[in-house]
């Protein structure tokens, strides 16, 4: 819901009544991930996606039913070998979306939840979109980090029992503290061995990180393109007279300090975890590293990478060695950085590099999609 928020809040703070279909659950070549959205606002307006196209005219239809009568609704979408070009997904996957009627009073914490989204502050929110009893369809939780209150206002709410609630609070705050979205599944009562009640858990979680060590062109080009792709990119590098804003204005912030020591109060901070991806641009060996020491010896991080040639590569190595580091510590570094493009700019190595980050995130090939077989959409590692 997150890139549909801000229209949805227009309406919701005009006091009107929007259709919303989400994709909860996606199975096979399902071309939109689970929490992509649609509105029908009350004009008959329709802004986002959940298909890319397929069936988002069935949905739409849906949608205005819902706001209609009130009730919520659950349907599934997929292709059909007798019709292939009727509702479904001709590419072969099947999406199930929960089509629901949002407003001031079918939704009052939404105002709250779109603010801290806008804050940064991690929120997520549990929606029944299954259940024996008709009466819990549609029913939610607003979860937040233990310790955060909610806000002022933000009335009580309850799946149907506490046992539900409970079980659905804990495990809702473990997928926002991992950053993920995910429908999960329980006994009618909140039993975590049983079956008949799905909660569709949407977790905004502030962006991932992304850190570039080393103000020159070729990070210039990396924070743009990090940017683009949804990270909070940070370029840090010791060196006052290249580390400018006006040098990287896609970046969010721009640091002068050793990167390594930026890297170990991010650290101490708490400001790094399992999504931060590091790329080390600086190839200078009294740069990188000092800071791949801290880097590599994170258990949690994303990705780490770290630029130069081979040769260059080579020394690193041994340099990173003798300062003590393991073999298993050094694998977990990616270097020389990116796919093998042949990248020869600083675009086109950024694009590499992102390449390279989107495919260890979801356990892609790098290849040729008409050169290999199977699923084109994979769902990220096991």
Same mark, same amino acid.
């Given at each position: ?141 607003? $979860?937040?980090?233990?310790? @955060?209150?909610? &806000?002022?206002? #933000?009335? !009580? ?5 506490? +046992?539900? %609630? ?110 931060? $991806?590091?790329?080390?641009? @600086?190839?200078? &060996?009294?740069? #990188?590293? !000092? ?5 590599? +010896?994170? %258990? ?83």
């Amino acid at each position: 819901m997150r890139d549909v928020l801000d229209e949805l809040m227009g309406w919701w703070r005009a006091g009107e009544t929007v259709g919303v279909g989400t994709v909860v659950a996606t199975f096979r070549s399902a071309p939109r991930p689970a929490g992509a959205s649609m509105l029908v606002g009350p004009g008959g307006e329709a802004v986002g996606s959940v298909s890319g196209g397929c069936v988002e005219g069935a949905v739409y239809e849906l949608s205005q039913e819902v706001v209609g009568d009130g009730t919520p609704v659950l349907q599934r979408y997929g292709v059909s070998d007798d019709d292939a070009f009727a509702v479904g997904l001709t590419c072969g996957g099947i999406l199930d979306v929960f089509v629901e009627p949002i407003s001031q009073e079918t939704f009052p914490e939404l105002g709250a939840i779109a603010d801290d989204v806008a804050a940064g502050r991690p929120v997520a929110v549990a929606t029944v979109i299954e259940h024996p009893d008709p009466a819990w369809l549609g029913r939610r939780l607003v $979860v937040r980090p233990e310790d @955060t209150e909610a &806000p002022d206002g #933000d009335p !009580p709410r309850s799946l149907g029992s506490p +046992r539900a %609630d409970g079980a659905v609070t804990d495990d809702a705050r473990g997928l926002l503290a991992a950053g993920r979205t995910e429908t999960l599944t329980y006994g009618p009562d909140g039993e975590r061995r049983g079956e008949g009640m799905r909660v569709f858990v949407s977790a905004f979680a502030p962006r991932p990180r992304m850190l570039v060590f080393g103000a020159i062109d070729f990070a210039a080009a990396v924070a743009h393109v990090g940017s683009f792709l949804g990270y909070r990119v940070t370029v840090c590098d010791a060196r006052p007279v290249f580390a400018t804003h006006s040098r990287f204005p896609a970046a969010d912030e721009v640091v002068v300090e050793w990167p390594h020591r930026y890297l170990e109060a991010e650290v101490g901070a708490g400001r790094v975890d399992a999504r931060t $991806v590091v790329c080390v641009l @600086t190839h200078d &060996p009294k740069f #990188d590293v !000092p800071v791949l020491q801290v880097a590599l +010896r994170l %258990d949690d991080v994303a990705y780490v990478g770290a630029m130069g040639s081979r040769r260059t590569h080579e020394d690193r190595l041994e340099r990173l060695r003798e300062a003590g580091l393991t073999d298993t510590e050094l694998a977990r570094l990616s270097s020389p950085i990116g796919l093998d493009l042949g990248a020869r700019t600083p675009e086109e190595t950024a694009v590499s590099i992102a390449a390279e980050i989107v495919a260890l995130q979801w356990g892609g090939r790098g290849s040729r999609l008409q050169d290999v077989g199977g699923p084109i959409h994979h769902h990220g590692m096991a």
